[in-house]
Antibody, heavy 117, light 112 residues
Framework: EVQLLESGGGLVQRGGSLRLSCAAS????????MIWVRQAPGKGLEWVSG????????NYADSVKGRFTISRDDPKNTLYLQMSNLRAEDTAVYYC??????????WGQGTLVTVSS | DVVMTQSPLSLPVTLGQPASISCRSS???????????LSWFQQRPGQSPRRLIY???NRDSGVPDRFSGSGSGTDFTLKISRVEAEDVGIYYC?????????FGGGTRVEIK
């Protein structure tokens, strides 16, 4: 069964750091472009970062550039999002997903990050 | 950045009646590879987003055929031929042609 399982969310103080993980099963992450998407409480979907399977330079939303880093561990078949210097506006449910360009589309269940001020 | 503009913001629909959602992009979504990476997602309350349509008009596996997507360039439409109660939720368009990827603001579909 194909699955993406996010973890690592939680409560963190403003200015703190967290690392989110997205473990894949049933398929190989390295064969797909992967993205992180977030959704603040009561708000719409916001793309955060993306990582090409070919290993080209990762991309970031302006709102997180310089603070977040996306990476991938192929042996562990896991995608990461390292978040630092967190702000209240980073509070959201974070989803990992495949970049929706083809017939394959996988999403995780999301992990909640709450930044307290 | 490509701005995705959805309308309407809210769409009250009678059960069994059709519904249509518009999505316009500020830039053509035709990729250099010739594909147009425009997707539609449905998000039911408390659930993760679920993709319905990819590359403008391709239905995902398991998606009822009452959902259809159309359009080209900068103008796209999601249609529900006959709305059912389970279709209640928020619908988002998303472009994956240009980095950064961008979503529309969402359209809330509700039953009258």
């Amino acid at each position: 069964e194909v699955q993406l399982l996010e973890s690592g969310g939680g409560l963190v103080q403003r200015g703190g750091s967290l690392r989110l993980s997205c473990a894949a099963s049933g398929f190989t992450l390295s064969g797909y472009d992967m993205i992180w998407v977030r959704q603040a409480p009561g708000k719409g979907l916001e793309w955060v970062s993306g990582f090409s399977h070919s290993g080209s330079r990762p991309n970031y939303a302006d709102s997180v550039k310089g603070r977040f880093t996306i990476s991938r561990d192929d042996p562990k078949n896991t995608l990461y999002l390292q978040m630092s210097n967190l702000r209240a506006e980073d509070t959201a449910v974070y989803y990992c997903a495949t970049r929706p360009t083809g017939p394959i589309d996988f999403w995780g269940q999301g992990t909640l990050v709450t930044v307290s001020s | 950045d490509v701005v995705m503009t959805q309308s309407p913001l809210s769409l009250p629909v009678t059960l069994g009646q059709p519904a249509s959602i518009s999505c316009r992009s500020s830039l053509s979504l035709v990729h250099s590879d010739g594909n147009t990476y425009l997707s539609w997602f449905q998000q039911r309350p408390g659930q993760s987003p679920r993709r319905l349509i990819y590359k403008v008009s391709n239905r995902d596996s398991g998606v009822p055929d009452r959902f259809s997507g159309s359009g080209s360039g900068t103008d796209f439409t999601l249609k529900i031929s006959r709305v059912e109660a389970e279709d209640v939720g928020i619908y988002y368009c998303m472009q994956a042609t240009h980095w950064p990827l961008t979503f529309g603001g969402g359209t809330r579909v509700e039953i009258k």
